[in-house]
T-cell receptor
């Protein structure tokens, strides 16, 4: 069935370090892919999205490319800030169904 | 996008009581969903709220425990009935407009049952 597998956390980085959070998916059709971010005590916010193969989603310095050949949608940021500390969820949407990864907790230390 | 107002934001309830959570959207939406997020975990879909008809529940969730209403295209409620400490969780309202599109979330309701 359709699913999302996300890199386990927690991840701790120093400020200005490079971030990668891996995400792979399994889907029977042609899904849209998303990254959501959840700050402490808040709901999920859409960070970026990609709706077809080779699309690159980007927002606030974060990027992810929809790779159909490797069924991946890895999240990257070149230089993280303390304010990026949050939980990140990879997700896919196919039809009216949504599937979420288990979430990766990121802590950025000064 | 949509502005989603979810109330209450948090509550502490006695076991055996019920709590109704409200979700109000600032525009008409096709789909409304209710999720549960247990501490440190991912989201689990409870049900899809259908306008004018009974909600569609996922495996492991039943109407008697989680009755849902959706009287129109901008509003829904989720009730957590006969609560026990195992129901302590964050409950999230989510909305969407169609297949393969993004979902938007309310701020969540943090429920503690004592």
């Amino acid at each position: 069935g359709d699913s999302v597998t996300q890199m386990e956390g927690p991840v701790t980085l120093s400020e200005e370090a490079f971030l990668t959070i891996n995400c792979t998916y399994t889907a029977t059709g042609y899904p849209s892919l998303f990254w959501y971010v959840q700050y402490p005590g808040e709901g999920l916010q859409l960070l970026l999205k990609a709706t077809k193969a080779d699309d690159k989603g980007s927002n606030k310095g974060f990027e992810a490319t929809y790779r159909k050949e490797t069924t991946s949608f890895h999240l990257e940021k070149g230089s993280v800030q303390v304010s990026d500390s949050a939980v990140y969820f990879c997700a896919l949407s196919i039809g009216n169904q949504f599937y979420f990864g288990t979430g990766t907790s990121l802590t950025v230390i000064p | 996008s949509a502005v989603i107002s979810q109330k209450p934001s948090r509550d502490i309830c006695q076991r055996g009581t019920s709590l109704t959570i409200q979700c109000q959207v600032d525009s008409q939406v096709t789909m409304m969903f209710w999720y549960r997020q247990q501490p440190g975990q991912s989201l689990t879909l409870i049900a899809t709220a259908n306008q004018g008809s009974e909600a569609t529940y996922e495996s492991g969730f039943v109407i008697d425990k989680f009755p849902i209403s959706r009287p129109n295209l901008t509003f829904s409620t989720l009730t957590v009935s006969n609560m026990s400490p195992e129901d302590s969780s964050i409950y999230l309202c989510s909305v969407g407009w169609g297949a393969n599109t993004e979902a938007f979330f309310g701020q969540g309701t943090r429920l503690t049952v004592v």
